[in-house]
């Protein structure tokens, strides 16, 4: 499913960034791009985040 419309980020991309290490929203932003456009995304990339790093059994960073 797209999560972020501006730039056709899908959540499994951002899963895929996680994976390739990413741990904060800074470093998802930066690995993906998303929430860098009009931002109404970033709530809902931000629970799809915090699903990723416990499905991955990662611990996120903190801000």
Partial sequence: MYV???KGISDRRLHQAVAEGARSFEELQAATGVATCCRS???FARGVLHEALDSA???PQAA
């Fill in 41 to 43: 995304c970033e709530p």
């Fill in 57 to 59: 059994g990662a611990a």
């Fill in 4 to 6: 972020c419309l501006c």
